[in-house]
């Protein structure tokens, strides 16, 4: 796995070609060999790591023009402009160990304690709500 869990890409993206060439480095960085760990073997037991990872990418393009019919004779007949931008990043984190021993594979989840500790606050803050609801409507009769 990667040591590297989440990296950004900032470039200047000037045309299509480069946008595609982007697009490329970010999906290299989620092949197999990074989803997967090598394995590491001590003894008879065998740990593989797992992760799950994410890559996006957006780029935008943009363009003007103009020409005026009304030029005076020292004018020229200008206007035109445009741009571009892109970006994208990928992250990775954990997900499992797979623990290959005495010729049986078992999956061991690693749990992502802070998705637990928000799911629980949130979970917590539904429950009070309802409850003030619930006794608010049992003493008025009314939701608002």
Known sequence: MSEDLTRLVLESVPNQQAANELLGKLFDITKPEAIYSQPVTVGDVTVIAAS???????VGYGGGGGSST???????NAGYGGGGGG???????????IVIESGRVRVEP?????KVAIAFITALGAI????SRMRKFADTGELD
């Open 70 to 76: 009304e030029m005076s004779e020292d004018e020229t």
């Open 110 to 114: 690693i749990m992502d304690v802070t």
């Open 87 to 97: 970006g994208g990043g990928t992250m990775g984190r954990p997900v499992a160990a």
């Open 128 to 131: 009070g709500l309802a409850l």
């Open 52 to 58: 799950e990872y994410t890559a996006a990418l957006g």
